[in-house]
C-alpha cells in the first residue's frame, strides 16, 4: 500500500531533550516536505527537501533540522526541543515539484514540550 | 505576498443542505489551486484541484472553480453527509523567485454536519 508513515504518533517529552521523529515514503517521491499545524494558523511548511542530499527551510524553520540520506526517508530533529515546539507535525511528499502534484500526507505526529 | 483566505468555522448543516466554504488568494503568477481534506485523526488527503483560470476541479460531489477575476476558488457541495464532517483546507501551489514550487495552505475550516 502506497503510504507515508510517520514515528511515534503521540510524543510528550521535557524541555531540552533531543528527539526525532521519522518519516518514510514508499513510493519513490523525491519531493518531502515536514509541515507544522497550529490552531488559528493552518499548516506551515518547516523544512523541504527536492531529492537526496538537498534540503530548504521553508517558512519556520526555527529549532528544527533535517536531513535526507535516503530517498525514502525525512527525518525531523529537534535538538533542544521548547514548549512553542508543541504542535501537530505533519510529514508529506509527492512525486516531485510542480504545479500539478498531489502531496500525501502521513497521519501526524503530536508533540507536547513540556 | 502570497496568501490564502478562508472562511472561520466552525460550520454547522444538516444532512442534506448545500455547503458553501469560501476561499480566496492572492498570488503573483498563475498558481494551482488546491482544496485538501482532514478528517478525524488522519493527514490530510487531496479532494481536488484546479491548474488554470476556468478550470472546475470536482471529486465525490464537491466542486470548486478556479476565478482568476474574482481570486477565489470556493468549495461546495450540493447535499451534504454526516461523513462529510471534517476539516477542509483550501491551499496554493506558486512557483518561487528561488525557483521552486511551494504550497500555501489557508488555515482550515470545520465542517460539522448533523443527521
Known amino acids: 500500500e502506497a503510504q507515508v508513515t510517520q514515528n511515534p504518533r503521540y510524543l510528550i517529552t521535557v524541555t531540552g531533550k533531543k528527539l526525532t521523529v521519522t518519516c518514510s515514503q514508499n513510493?519513490?517521491?523525491?519531493?518531502m516536505s515536514w509541515y507544522r499545524q497550529d490552531p488559528g494558523l493552518g499548516l506551515r511548511q518547516i523544512y523541504y527537501s527536492m531529492n537526496v542530499e538537498v534540503t530548504d527551510k521553508g517558512d519556520v524553520p526555527e529549532g528544527y533540522k533535517v536531513s535526507r540520506k535516503e530517498k525514502r526517508n525525512f527525518p525531523l530533529i529537534l535538538e533542544s526541543p521548547s514548549p512553542n515546539q508543541t504542535s501537530l507535525y505533519f510529514c508529506?511528499?509527492?512525486?516531485?515539484?510542480?504545479?500539478?502534484?498531489?502531496?500525501?500526507f502521513g497521519p501526524g505526529t503530536r508533540l507536547t514540550v513540556t | 505576498g502570497n496568501s490564502v483566505t478562508q472562511m472561520e468555522g466552525p460550520v454547522t448543516l444538516s444532512e442534506e443542505a448545500f455547503l458553501t466554504i469560501n476561499c480566496t488568494y492572492t498570488?503573483?503568477?498563475?498558481?494551482?489551486l488546491f482544496w485538501y481534506v482532514q478528517y478525524p485523526g488522519e493527514g490530510l488527503q487531496l479532494l481536488l484541484k484546479a491548474t488554470k483560470a476556468d478550470d472546475k476541479g470536482s471529486n465525490k460531489g464537491f466542486e470548486a472553480t478556479y476565478r482568476k477575476e474574482t481570486t477565489s476558488f470556493h468549495l461546495e457541495k450540493g447535499s451534504v453527509q454526516v461523513s462529510d464532517s471534517a476539516v477542509y483546507f483550501c491551499?496554493?501551489?506558486?512557483?518561487?523567485?528561488?525557483?521552486?514550487?511551494?504550497?500555501?495552505f489557508g488555515t482550515g475550516t470545520r465542517l460539522k454536519v448533523l443527521a
Open positions: 491551499a496554493l501551489l506558486v512557483f518561487t523567485t528561488s525557483g521552486t514550487y511551494k504550497y500555501i
Open positions: 513510493m519513490n517521491h523525491e519531493y
Open positions: 498570488a503573483t503568477g498563475y498558481p494551482s
Open positions: 508529506a511528499s509527492s512525486l516531485s515539484w510542480g504545479p500539478l502534484e498531489e502531496q500525501y
